[in-house]
């Protein structure tokens, strides 16, 4: 029995192959048992490449170039790649934006669950098929029995993306990581998936690495969060921490951009400028060009520095 974190990232940094242009810089974070941690930033910032490095698939083009990913315990670097594979399959599952992509247009949605089902947990098929069924009812799927024969154009997209959770259940993961779950799904359709995702925390004490970049999602599910901008971690607190008295810039830029669901409307504050991507990114803070409180301090790189308790955030100007 491990009781320490699920999972690790320490120093994580990733590469573009071809022009040697860092994306991921020193990525830093970890996730206990049972917590969500929520990753956000704008479009750009890193936090995809961060879930396809944890979870060992890196486009071709980008390659790990240091840090450590320690995974309930064990580093995966120690491992040859065939028992990384095997243990990531065993202990980590991802859900996507779009489950259309992720599942396979030609199998019923049930066999999928199946064969997780006999290749991770070695189940004999009719036992298989009768979890596959749990699994779909466990998700909010009605008549789970009928939907183990739909194919996936058959469903909606978000039972869809119910499938998607089933099937990533089914490997009983120490950890999930969910990038944008909801995100392609209209608003009443996000928030049941979203209640769902509550649910399998609460009940199986499921740890959660939410990528969005949807602070509402945040409020709602996540204990942490990981503010990240081209690929740095600007800012680690938990969530209450976060949205009372975020410290870095960026931070706070975000949040003072976030449309408001109670109170008065106000008007959206957007951030000047973009995300600097690789190749072009600027020395020392990532964020100094487009942060009003830069100092000449800014041309070295800032450290992640203690904030307050649990509070960590890379800024100059916070001490
Ligand atoms: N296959 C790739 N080849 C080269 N660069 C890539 C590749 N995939 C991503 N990048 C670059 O890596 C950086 C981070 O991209 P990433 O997709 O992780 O951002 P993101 O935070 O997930 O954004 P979004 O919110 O739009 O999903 C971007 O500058 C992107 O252009
Ligand atoms: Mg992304």
Redesign the pocket.
Same mark, same amino acid.
Request: no cysteine.
């Given at each position: 029995m491990t009781t320490g974190p699920v999972l690790v990232v320490d120093g994580l940094t990733t590469e *573009?192959r071809r022009t040697t242009a860092t994306?991921l810089e020193g990525v830093t974070f970890s996730i206990a048992e049972g917590e969500t941690v929520a990753v956000v930033?704008?479009?750009?910032?890193?936090?995809?490449?961060?879930? *396809?490095a944890v979870m060992g698939l890196l486009?071709r083009?980008?390659r790990r170039t240091a840090g450590s990913i320690v995974l309930g315990g064990t580093d995966l670097a120690a491992l040859s790649a065939g028992e990384v594979r095997a243990r990531r399959g065993r202990d980590l599952a991802m859900i996507f934006q779009e489950p259309l992509s992720a599942l396979n247009p030609v199998m019923r949605v049930g066999t999928q669950i199946v064969e997780v089902l006999t290749r991770r947990r070695g189940l004999p098929s009719h036992a298989a098929r009768a979890e596959a069924i749990r699994l779909l009812g466990r998700v909010g799927i009605a008549r789970p029995a009928e939907r183990f024969r739909a194919f996936p154009h058959e469903l909606s997209g978000g039972m869809r993306q119910r499938v998607m959770i089933a099937a990533a259940l089914a490997a009983q993961p120490r950890l999930l990581i969910a990038?944008?779950p909801t995100t392609a799904l209209d608003v009443t359709v996000q928030a049941q998936i979203l209640d769902l995702l509550r649910d399998l925390k609460r009940d199986i004490g499921l740890a959660l690495m939410l990528?969005t970049?949807d602070l509402g999602v945040v409020a709602e599910l996540a204990d942490r969060v990981v503010v990240?901008y081209a690929?740095r971690v600007a800012e680690i607190a938990p969530a209450t921490t976060l949205f009372d008295s975020a410290r870095h810039p960026y931070s706070r830029a975000l949040l003072a951009s976030r449309p408001r669901a109670h109170g008065p409307r106000s008007a959206l504050v957007p951030i000047e400028g973009a995300?600097p991507?690789?190749g072009t990114m600027p020395a020392g803070c990532r964020f100094r060009p487009r942060c009003s409180l830069a100092t000449v301090s800014c041309a070295s790189p800032p450290p992640l520095h203690a904030a307050g308790p649990d509070h960590l955030v890379a800024c100059w100007a916070v001490q």
């Open positions: *573009l994306i930033g704008e479009s750009g910032s890193g936090k995809s490449m961060l879930a *396809l486009p083009a980008i990038d944008e990528i970049h990240l690929g995300v991507t690789a």
